[in-house]
Structure formats: structure tokens, C-alpha cells
């Protein structure tokens, strides 16, 4: 089982990217999917879920911002990122819960200058 996230980079204050995360071994169905973040020196949080009753969840320094999907034929995540913002900066991670097993993708850096 594998979650490959890619989609980071460098971007200006006020731009966008969109973060993909494709899973090979297993599907990412309706189960429980989000993105979870880590800054440096910080911990790892979680901003943005897909729950099992399929209602996208933000946290409120990303609400309006971000928006997570998901394209099940295609078995790939997704967090598109808009108005991003210099304390975004940090690397993402893409995570699946299915069952009582617990998969992450290997993170993808992303950088907003200002």
C-alpha cells in the first residue's frame, strides 16, 4: 500500500496549487481521507477531512481557503489551495483510515513567499 502525494512547491503569497495524493494497493472509497500539515518546529495537524458521512471538515486557518476532494475513479485526493499565505508553508501529508489501519503519503513540500 502506497499514498504518493505530489503537487508542492514555491509559490507567491495569494496564489494557488493543488496537492494530489494517488494510492496504489488499496482505494481510498468513501473511507475516512484528509490532509494533515506540519510547519517547522511545530506539530502535525490535521486541516482538512473527509469523515465516513462524506462532509468536508476545514480548520479554520484554511476554512474558505481549501478545499479537499476526492475522485474516485481515478483513486487520487485532493487539496486544492487558494489565497495561499505565508504560514502556509509547511509539508503536507495525505492520509487514508480504512478499516482500523492507518496509511500516509510521504508529504510534499509546499512554500508561499511573500
Known amino acids: 500500500v502506497q499514498l504518493q502525494a505530489s503537487g508542492g512547491g514555491l509559490v507567491q503569497a495569494g496564489g494557488s496549487l493543488r496537492l494530489s495524493c494517488a494510492a496504489s494497493g488499496t482505494t481510498f472509497g468513501l473511507n475516512a481521507v484528509a490532509w494533515y500539515r506540519q510547519a517547522p518546529g511545530k506539530q502535525r495537524e490535521v486541516i482538512a477531512r473527509i469523515d465516513s458521512d462524506r462532509t468536508p471538515n476545514y480548520t479554520d486557518a484554511v476554512k474558505g481557503r481549501f478545499t479537499i476532494s476526492r475522485d474516485i475513479r481515478k483513486n487520487t485526493l485532493y487539496l486544492q489551495m487558494n489565497s495561499l499565505k505565508p504560514e502556509d508553508t509547511a509539508i503536507y501529508y495525505c492520509?487514508?483510515?480504512?478499516?482500523?489501519?492507518?496509511?500516509w503519503g510521504q508529504g510534499t513540500q509546499v512554500t508561499v513567499s511573500s
Open positions: 492520509y487514508l483510515r480504512k478499516h482500523i489501519r492507518e496509511y
